[in-house]
Each structure stands twice: as C-alpha cells, then as structure tokens.
C-alpha cells in the first residue's frame, strides 16, 4: 500500500564549526552566521532517509516542507536530490520569531495545505536550539498521535511499526495513520549521497514558497508577539580549567594524596 | 563575468565533498600504505554518477559540464590523489576518447559499461621509450583481413592492470610520423593482449598503474577509434580537455596541505605559543592560500571556456602547469610548517608531498606544458 509521507526540514548554521567561532548576536539572542554555511539539521537527514526508504518500499509521494528564509530552497533542493517528490517553503516576515508553537502551528496549517498523508515525519531534535517540541505540538495541532525518537519504521495495512529508541533497548510501538513521527538516527537511515542526476532533477524542479496567509494561519498565534516562551538571555559557556600539582615524595604517595583529592571534590 | 558557482554545482560540490570526508579521507592513509586500489569507493563513485561525468545520459553518463568537473575532482583530492586520478582517467581519457571519437555503436557499447563502473577505463599513450613524443611510438597496428593485430608495448597506464575497456594507440603508417598514429579500442581478456609489471610508484600508490603488453593482439576491425591515422590529433583534443582534471586535482592536493597546516598552525605551540602566530608561518599560508585561489581561477577559466565552446588549449595548459606547481609547493610548505611530524606517515602531509610531484609530470610535463603555451603565443613556426 502506498504511504504518503510529509517531511518537515529545518535549515540551521552548520553545528559542526568550532566552539570558538560560535557568535551570538545580542539583540536577537541568535547565532550570528557569518561565513558559516547552513545545513540541513541532522537527524531531519535522517528522516528524509526513511521517508524516502518507505516510498521505495512501498510506492507513494514524499514531500519536504520547510519553513524558512529563501535560503532553506537549498534545503528543500538537497531533499529533493535524496528522492523527496515535493518540496514547499513557506516562508513570510510574519512568522519570523515565533515561538516553538507558533512554528507548530505554522507547519500544521502547511501539511494540512498538502493534503493527504499517512506519515509526517520530523527530525527528533533541532541541531540548533534542541527544543524537542515542535513535533508533539504539530500533532496536538492535528490532532493525530505522536511517536518520538524512532529509528525504524515498517508500514503494514494501514498501520506502522515504529522503533522507538528508549534508554537500553527499544520498543515496538503499532499506531494508526495519519501519525507524526519524529526520527533518531540509526545505522539503516544513515542519509545518502544524491547522485549527480538527481541533483540536477532537483535542479530543474519549481519549489512552491506559501505564505501565512495561503494557509490560513492564525496571525494572532505566529510571530514574536505570539511567542508564549521568551528567551532572555543565550551565552557560550565558559570553560575553566587550572592545574593542580600533587606533590608526594614516591608515585604511592602521589597517588594515595591524588586519590584523597578526587575525593574531596566528589570526583570519586 | 561571474564568478558564482550555479546551485547545483554547489551541491555536487558539496555532495563529493561530504563523500570524500566520511569515505574516503579514513581509509586514504592506509590505501596508499598498501598501494591497494580502492575498488569499494570506486563502486560507490559509480552509484553517484561519478564514473560517467561528462557523457549524455544516453549512454548512462551524468551530462556534466566541465566546472562540475574541476569541482569533483578537487574534492576527491583534496583527501586522495589516487581516488581523484582514477575518476579523472577513467573520465578524461578513455571515456571521454570514446565519447568524442567514437561510432554510435562504440558509444553505446561501451560508455554505459564505463558510466556503471562496473568495467574500468585505461588509456595507453605512453611507451618505454616516448611519452608526450609520440612520433617515437614503437607500437604497431597491422590490418590482417577483418582484424587489426597490435604489437608493442606500453608503459605507465594508469588502470593498466584494472581496467577492463583499453583505449590505445598505435602505429598505422610509419611513413606519417605522428599522422600515422590510430586509436583502438581493446576489452579486457584479447587473446595477446595482458597486463605486464605493475608499477611501485613514489606517490598516488593507491592508483593502478601498470604495463600493457600487445603480442600479436587481434581486434576487430570496427574498433578502430576515429578516423584512420587521425589517433594524434584526437588525442591531443582529449589531453587538453584532461589538462583541466589534472589542474583540478592538483588544486586539491593543494588545498589539502594548506588546509592540514592551517590546523596545525593553530595547534602547535613552539616557544610558549602557538606557531600560527609566527609571522614565518603566516606568510607560507598565505603564499599557498593565494597561489590555492590563482590556480582555481586558471582551471575554472579553462572549464568555462570549454562549457562554452571557446578554444580553451592555452588556458588548460596554464592550469595544469600552474595548478601541479603550485601543489609541489603547497604540499613542500605543508611538511615544513609540520617539522619532523610533516616526515612520517602519521600526518597526511607526507603522502601530499610524494603525490604532488606526480601532478607536474603526469598527462605531460610542466615542460610539455609550457611548450604547448609557447607555441599558442607563437604560433607552430617557431617550433
């Protein structure tokens, strides 16, 4: 049976740059971009990788949706590129500065716009702010059931399988679609390359840019005046290290005062 | 004039780029440490498209252009040479002889075999006793009835051993010096025909090279490559197309080392600070950083003007010469701002430094190539 499947993809600052070169703006409370190059957050790579796995298995439309600034059309282009059939941005002044739930509800009001689906699929955390919210937001937004932190999923009659990763081992959850998932990564959802070809489809491929207002978006719900969670302050914490000499006339000696150190510090 | 690169060319680049890191860049060290040819990423290459780059789609290729191209291969070099070479002499020389010169039926015969990299190309020029100078070519072909028979020898053919479709020149009427020259296209398994010595080189020890050996060798007729005795001028026409590969895999080479001492710079203390402060060796990155972007401009120029349709000969000679120039030098710089660490095995820069010298000797020297630049400021009758 073919499974339609929604992705929703954030474009964030490449997380991978040194610590030394993370800078924050001030006033915003974001991170400054400056030369560094954006991505496409990890673990929403994976859950490309595993919508796109699920249509090969099982026939049916994938879509990436992701809300942004016209740079995320690079984003939505690599998903394309990896196999994704659709991909939309929705992009609007409006929506900057929303809150977790404002982008819930931006992205509900989005997927509902798309139409059909059995499957919508999210990344299990940002790699940028690492909130973990919007995907069970989206859902309370749609009213459908949420699953997190899967790796795997197999889809059956109408209904799916989800590995869901929990600390020691997994459960295997079964639920009903429409159902959003969110994915962690594992090693058959490891995202793959695009080959040459299919970067020059997604290429060629129109990406639709929806505003709030084609949605139908509550405007009283979207935006930094909307925003229920504010954020008063965002700052690299500082490391501290000093050394500390242990005397002791033998190695035993050094070691019985190294040993009643870690102590009193608690370190043993 | 545009210097930006298309959205898709950024993605490609950054696709190989991301594939060269997770793929390649951990195994490299122990590839070239075994002189093992790396038949699984090549496969994996394959998949992406990377084995027919610069063919249709009819044949199974990529349809890239030439930018595309440089840009894959800087980025395979920057972490393997000996990947880069592979992909660049698959596609430049064999593939793309092929392409250019071959019947509708060689193409669709061979190319989609060379696109799925499940069959690997050679291209046989050189001999023992001539390279570049290929009016002392000693190998023959002979038409016997509906077969073309070789004999002869060729020497330093990258794939020699691997490859499984050989593209090959050979004597066809003496008389006609270099005008006497024909290419032939030969499969893997010709009766009298073998892979002889392979080679134990200096650097790119993860890239095959070996002899060809053509003892009474039969082909048949139709796989003569192009026109009868026009063998030379195509292959001069594919050498200047592979002079922009080459430029761009020196680019990586290069790349490679500035990129390595950046990171040591910044992490090497000598004197109670780190030595990126010295000014000594401030001013060799910035050396190789600007030389870096003077090559890529040059390689780029000549893609460009290929893309184009413009001549683009003196340009991809420029490139190549400038390019594997400058990686000689880069990768020289590279082990001296790492000291004794740029001497062994541990740090990648060693192996740069062995690989970069390749790059000026390679699909003609530095001499050849400034012979050819000369003769297009010239003209011919200033031989």
């Known amino acids: 049976m073919p499974v339609n499947i929604i992705v929703c993809i954030k474009q964030i ?14 006033g915003t409370k974001r991170q400054v971009q400056g030369s560094h190059s954006l991505v496409i957050s990890a673990y929403d790579q994976n859950a490309i990788e595993v919508a ?18 016209a740079s995320a059309a690079t984003a939505l282009k690599s998903a394309l590129s990896m196999g994704a059939d659709e991909a939309i941005l929705v992009d609007d002044p409006a929506i900057v500065a929303s809150d977790q739930q404002g982008i819930a509800h931006v992205l509900a009001t989005a997927t509902q716009k798309v139409g059909v689906f059995d499957l919508i699929l999210t990344g299990c955390v940002s790699g940028d702010w690492g909130d973990r919210a919007v995907p069970a937001f989206m859902a309370e937004e749609l009213g459908i059931g949420c699953v997190g932190f899967v790796s795997r999923i197999e889809a059956k009659d109408g209904q799916v399988v989800l590995r869901r990763v929990v600390e020691d081992g997994y459960e295997l959850i079964e639920a009903k679609t429409p159902v959003l998932v969110s994915i962690i990564s594992d090693e058959t959802n490891t995202p793959r390359y695009p080959k040459l070809k299919d970067i020059m489809a997604a290429g060629k491929k129109t990406i639709p840019v929806w505003k709030a207002a084609d949605l139908g978006v509550d405007s009283e719900r979207i935006g930094a005046a909307a925003a229920r969670a504010l954020i008063t302050d965002v700052y690299l914490p500082v490391k501290e ?20 150190r870690l102590r009193e510090l608690k370190l043993i | ?55 249709p789609k009819e044949y199974g290729g990529a349809a890239m252009d030439y930018i ?7 980025e395979l070099g920057r972490y393997d040479a000996s990947v880069a070479l592979t992909v660049e002499s698959h596609n430049s020389l064999c593939s793309n002889h092929i392409y250019l010169a071959g019947t509708e039926a060689q193409r669709r015969k061979y190319l989609p075999q060379l696109a799925s990299g499940k069959v690997l190309g050679a291209w046989g020029l050189t001999e023992p006793a001539s390279g570049s100078d290929a ?31 050989y593209v090959i ?17 030969l499969e893997k398994g010709t009766p009298g025909f073998r892979a002889g010595r392979k080679e134990h080189k200096m650097g790119f020890r993860a890239s095959d090279t070996a002899q060809l050996i053509f003892e009474g060798a039969r082909i048949p007729k139709e796989n003569l490559l192009g026109e009868l005795n026009h063998g030379f001028i195509d292959t001069l026409m594919i050498l200047d197309a592979g002079r922009i590969g ?15 001492s950046l990171k040591y710079a910044k992490e090497r203390q000598a004197f109670g600070q780190p030595i990126a402060n010295y000014q000594a060796i401030q001013w060799k990155l910035a050396d190789m950083a600007t030389e870096i972007d003077a090559a890529r401009l040059l390689a780029l120029q000549a893609a460009d003007l290929r893309d184009r349709g413009q001549p683009f000969t003196k340009e991809a000679a420029y490139g190549k010469l400038f390019a594997s120039e400058i990686a000689m030098k880069a990768a020289s710089e590279a082990v001296q701002i790492h000291g004794g660490y740029g001497y062994i095995k541990e740090f990648p820069v060693e192996r740069y430094f062995r690989d970069a010298k390749f790059c000026a000797i390679g699909e003609g020297t530095s001499e050849i190539q400034r012979l050819i630049i000369a003769r297009q400021l010239l003209g011919r009758s200033y031989i």
């Open chain 1, 13 to 26: 600052i490449d997380p991978e740059i040194p610590a030394s070169q993370f800078k924050i703006d001030p």
């Open chain 1, 52 to 69: 796109v796995q699920l249509k090969e298995k099982h026939g049916g439309k994938v879509t990436a949706v992701s809300v942004g600034g």
């Open chain 1, 241 to 260: 290290s000093k050394c500390e000499m242990i005397e002791g006339d033998t190695p035993q000696e050094q070691a019985v005062k190294l040993a009643a």
């Open chain 2, 1 to 55: 004039m545009d210097f930006e690169l298309s959205e898709e060319q950024k993605a490609i680049q950054t696709m190989v780029r991301e594939f060269a890191e997770r793929e390649i860049a951990p195994v490299a060290q122990e590839l070239d440490e075994r002189e093992e040819f790396p038949a699984d990423i090549v496969r994996k290459l394959a998949d992406l498209g990377l084995m027919g780059i610069l063919f």
């Open chain 2, 68 to 74: 595309s191209y440089a840009l894959i291969l800087e």
């Open chain 2, 135 to 165: 009016a002392g070519m000693q190998t023959t072909a002979t038409l016997d009835g509906v077969h073309w028979v070789l004999n002869g020898t060729k020497n330093f053919i990258t794939q020699g051993s691997v490859a499984g479709i």
């Open chain 2, 169 to 185: 020149m050979a004597i066809t009427d003496r008389s006609k010096r270099e005008k006497g020259i024909s290419a032939f296209i």
């Open chain 2, 246 to 260: 080459m430029a761009a895999l020196s680019i990586g080479i290069a790349r490679g080392a500035l990129e390595e």
